[in-house]
């Protein structure tokens, strides 16, 4: 069965890039053009979140924080994507498992959301919500 990836970006030709190479990479997508429904819990549990760190009219790092801080979602990685040379910092005081600043090189997309899925898989939940 496919690893589910949600992806929040408000870029339609980011958003498309990811489409294309993950699904081509074999995971499952459900894609979001902003954080509504992130923060209405309207989404599949995913086995990892990739998050811009500018979404409209919304911080990335909110959407980070709303995720770590929700039961349902706070075991599942969040990988923080941002053009900022900062995003690193910023992104792991925000509770974020990874971050990838752009521009990068789609290898290496692919190997930091491996890294993050196999390491969360590796990890026993702390709670007895488990992922659909």
Do not use: W
Request: proline share 6%; net charge negative; charged share 30%.
């Amino acid at each position: 069965m496919p690893r589910k990836i949600l992806i929040a970006d408000d870029d339609p030709g980011i958003r498309d890039i990811f489409q294309i190479v993950l699904v081509k990479a074999g995971y499952d997508i459900e894609v979001k053009d902003d954080a509504n429904e992130i923060f209405r819990n309207n989404f599949r549990i995913p086995d990892l979140f990739l998050i811009d760190k500018l979404l409209s009219g919304v911080d990335g790092l909110d959407v980070c924080r709303f995720l770590k801080n929700n039961p349902q979602t706070h075991n599942i990685p969040v990988i923080m994507v941002s053009a900022s040379p900062d995003i690193g910092v910023v992104a792991l005081k925000a509770g974020a498992d990874d971050f990838i600043e752009k521009p990068f090189e789609l290898s290496y997309l692919l190997k930091v959301i491996e890294r993050n899925i196999e390491r969360s898989k590796n990890e026993k939940p702390l709670t007895g919500i488990t992922k659909s």
